[in-house]
């Protein structure tokens, strides 16, 4: 299947491998529990899924720290067990989507240290300076709220290298035409391998214009330097015309600090970069200047800023959970009481807007964030980094622990529960991280028992989008943006659907606006009103 169509056709179910399940009792998910869960994804009606690593890392940021780009970590498995997952998920029409991490390696990977032994080619790897009269090369700061620059070949250096991220995660040198043949050579092992796309890592600000200080910013300065410069988008467009075209493979970019201006660069199919992006926008209307500051989720500035992104793009990829964001129900102030509720409002909501649906493992049966007591119940270097800031400037410990608690991506990260038995079914060993406490309750076993369950109403939705033509190509036209309920229309050759959402906990009146819409498909409650919509009622409606 042509790119173009695939990444159009699809509904892809993210896997974060060392949560997901675990076949040898070591406490991390492996490929063979991958394997043995293809049929349960099957069934769901999944048709892609991307992985988040599975290369060999010395795991200083859970696999986006990459030693070698060619192998499979031992503690997933083998090369051998990942080629019988392809074929596996292939009998089942399943596609495998990688994560394609190049704005850093590992400090751990061979490039790094035939650099650190002084081989000019790979020295000319990586982003090297010295720095300026006993000062750092510039004033730039760090994503994971560090210092961006550390001391090349030892502490006595006057050398330093660029991370954005991690110290453990040094910055690779886009200006060498060695790095760019390197990547090609890694996507096309993967494709050749049988791959169908890649998921790409902070694609936007892979290449740094300049090392110059940036404008002072309370978050990021020097961002101006590296967000989607013009040698990003020439770098995605050789990549998309001399590797993925050939496949027929598709890419969805993670793209930092875009705009609607700078996403529909990205995804201009007339230059040739990337098929979708994620964006975030709509993932911070709780959010106070930073993400680890949150207030209550206004539903209304949810829906203008889905309607925003709606209406501005073509295409892309529309998601609220994955890795590296806390639950997405678990932010809805009212939720208490109505977990199941919110949960299918969300299959309901995701499954009808315009663009690939993204869903992250556990959102199918409503997981929501962990009960983590304390900061050493947490793994996640950002959180322990950002934790280590917060002290540094005073903030008292009670509201430092608040933000991680509430914001920590380690809450999406928490082992898939599958069933009641000890340590939710994920792992006979010692769990990576703290399984939820919640587990009892609220996991597969107990939800696939529920025919009414949150599991068989994204079933639901998923067989209706993919079967439904309106809902796969359809136009999105915003109907209603109020306090509660959102409701937006597809249209598809004088054919509507009407997806209507009320996303608080308390029952409301029908609108008036959308009262003419008196078909009902099908609604996330077996016994709805007509002219009630319950807490967090999901509906969609069609005319006479």
Same mark, same amino acid.
């Given at each position: 299947?042509?790119? #173009?169509?695939?990444?159009?056709d699809?509904v892809?179910?993210q896997?974060y491998p060392?949560?997901?399940?675990?076949?040898?009792?070591?406490?991390i998910? !492996?490929?063979?529990?991958?394997?043995?869960?293809?049929d349960?994804?099957a069934?769901?009606?999944?048709?892609?899924?991307?992985?988040s690593?599975?290369y060999?890392?010395?795991?200083?940021?859970?696999g986006?720290?990459?030693?070698?780009?060619?192998?499979?970590d031992p503690?997933?498995?083998?090369m051998?067990?990942?080629?019988?997952?392809?074929a596996?998920a292939?009998k089942r029409?399943i596609?495998?989507?990688?994560?394609?991490?190049?704005? =850093?390696?590992s400090d751990?990977?061979?490039?790094f240290?035939? #650099?650190?032994?002084?081989e000019e080619?790979?020295?000319?790897?990586?982003?090297?300076?010295?720095?300026? %009269?006993g000062?750092l090369?510039n004033?730039?700061?760090?994503?994971?709220?560090?210092?961006?620059?550390?001391?090349?070949?030892?502490e006595?250096? @006057?050398?330093?290298?660029l =991370?954005l991220f991690?110290?453990k995660q040094? @910055?690779?040198?886009w200006?060498?035409?060695?790095?760019?043949?390197e990547?090609?050579?890694?996507m096309?092992?993967?494709?050749?391998?049988g791959?169908?796309?890649?998921?790409? !890592?902070?694609?936007?600000?892979?290449y740094k214009?300049?090392?110059e200080?940036g404008?002072?910013?309370p978050?990021?300065?020097?961002m101006e330097?590296y967000?989607s410069?013009e040698?990003?988008?020439?770098i995605?467009? *050789?990549?998309h015309?001399?590797v993925?075209?050939?496949?027929?493979?598709?890419?969805?970019?993670?793209?930092?600090?875009?705009?609607?201006?700078?996403?529909r660069d990205?995804?201009d199919?007339?230059?040739r970069?990337?098929?979708?992006?994620?964006?975030?926008?709509?993932m911070?209307?709780?959010?106070v200047?930073?993400?680890?500051?949150?207030?209550?989720?206004?539903?209304q500035?949810l829906?203008k800023c889905?309607?925003?992104? &709606?209406?501005?793009?073509?295409?892309? #990829?529309?998601?609220?959970?994955?890795?590296d &964001?806390?639950r997405?129900?678990s932010?809805?102030i009212?939720i208490?009481?109505?977990?199941?509720?919110?949960?299918?409002m969300?299959?309901?909501l995701?499954?009808?807007?315009?663009?690939?649906?993204?869903?992250?493992?556990g &959102?199918e049966?409503?997981?929501?964030?962990?009960?983590?007591k304390?900061?050493?119940? +947490?793994?996640d270097i950002?959180?322990? %980094?950002?934790?280590?800031?917060?002290?540094s400037l =005073?903030?008292?410990?009670?509201i430092?622990?608040?933000?991680?608690?509430? *914001?920590?991506?380690?809450?999406?990260?928490t082992?898939?529960q599958? @069933?009641?038995?000890?340590?939710?079914?994920?792992?006979?060993?010692?769990?990576?991280?703290? +399984?939820n406490?919640?587990?009892?309750t609220?996991n597969v076993?107990?939800?696939?028992a529920?025919?009414?369950?949150?599991?068989?109403?994204w079933? &639901?939705?998923i067989?209706m989008?993919?079967n439904?033509?309106?809902?796969r190509?359809?136009?999105?036209?915003?109907?209603?943006e109020s306090?509660s309920?959102?409701?937006?229309k597809?249209?598809?050759?004088?054919?509507?659907?009407l997806?209507?959402?009320?996303?608080?906990?308390k029952?409301?009146?029908?609108?008036?606006?959308i009262?003419?819409w008196?078909?009902m498909?099908?609604?996330?409650?077996? @016994?709805?009103?007509?002219?009630v919509?319950?807490?967090?009622?999901f509906r969609?409606?069609k005319r006479g």
């Amino acid at each position: 299947m042509a790119a #173009a169509n695939l990444h159009k056709d699809t509904v892809v179910y993210q896997i974060y491998p060392r949560s997901y399940m675990d076949t040898n009792g070591d406490g991390i998910g !492996d490929i063979q529990g991958i394997i043995s869960k293809l049929d349960y994804l099957a069934d769901l009606g999944i048709n892609t899924i991307w992985f988040s690593p599975l290369y060999k890392s010395p795991d200083d940021d859970n696999g986006y720290d990459i030693a070698d780009y060619k192998s499979i970590d031992p503690k997933f498995g083998t090369m051998e067990e990942f080629d019988c997952l392809l074929a596996e998920a292939k009998k089942r029409g399943i596609g495998i989507v990688m994560d394609l991490v190049i704005n =850093h390696t590992s400090d751990e990977h061979e490039w790094f240290k035939r #650099a650190l032994a002084g081989e000019e080619k790979y020295r000319n790897y990586y982003i090297i300076r010295k720095g300026k %009269n006993g000062r750092l090369p510039n004033n730039w700061g760090n994503f994971f709220a560090e210092c961006p620059w550390s001391k090349f070949g030892g502490e006595d250096s @006057d050398e330093y290298y660029l =991370h954005l991220f991690s110290k453990k995660q040094p @910055d690779l040198n886009w200006h060498n035409p060695d790095v760019l043949e390197e990547v090609k050579d890694i996507m096309r092992f993967w494709l050749e391998k049988g791959v169908v796309g890649f998921r790409c !890592d902070v694609i936007n600000i892979i290449y740094k214009d300049s090392l110059e200080n940036g404008k002072p910013s309370p978050i990021l300065t020097g961002m101006e330097h590296y967000l989607s410069t013009e040698g990003c988008h020439k770098i995605l467009r *050789t990549l998309h015309d001399e590797v993925l075209e050939p496949y027929g493979a598709f890419t969805v970019g993670e793209t930092v600090f875009v705009d609607v201006f700078k996403a529909r660069d990205l995804i201009d199919e007339k230059r040739r970069e990337l098929d979708m992006i994620f964006y975030f926008e709509h993932m911070e209307t709780d959010q106070v200047i930073v993400k680890w500051f949150k207030t209550q989720l206004k539903p209304q500035k949810l829906m203008k800023c889905l309607t925003k992104w &709606q209406h501005s793009l073509d295409w892309c #990829a529309v998601y609220f959970e994955n890795h590296d &964001q806390p639950r997405f129900i678990s932010r809805f102030i009212d939720i208490k009481g109505y977990r199941k509720e919110a949960s299918k409002m969300m299959a309901g909501l995701l499954m009808t807007l315009c663009g690939t649906p993204f869903m992250y493992e556990g &959102q199918e049966i409503g997981m929501t964030n962990c009960d983590f007591k304390d900061l050493t119940e +947490v793994m996640d270097i950002e959180s322990h %980094n950002v934790y280590k800031m917060a002290k540094s400037l =005073h903030i008292p410990e009670n509201i430092r622990w608040k933000m991680i608690k509430r *914001t920590s991506r380690d809450n999406a990260r928490t082992p898939m529960q599958w @069933d009641s038995s000890e340590n939710a079914g994920f792992t006979t060993g010692t769990p990576w991280l703290k +399984v939820n406490g919640n587990y009892k309750t609220v996991n597969v076993a107990a939800d696939m028992a529920d025919p009414d369950g949150v599991r068989a109403f994204w079933k &639901q939705m998923i067989a209706m989008r993919k079967n439904d033509e309106i809902l796969r190509e359809g136009q999105f036209r915003s109907c209603l943006e109020s306090k509660s309920v959102y409701a937006f229309k597809r249209v598809l050759n004088g054919k509507e659907l009407l997806s209507v959402c009320n996303m608080t906990g308390k029952s409301v009146p029908v609108p008036e606006k959308i009262k003419g819409w008196d078909n009902m498909v099908i609604s996330s409650y077996k @016994d709805c009103e007509k002219d009630v919509l319950k807490p967090f009622e999901f509906r969609l409606m069609k005319r006479g």
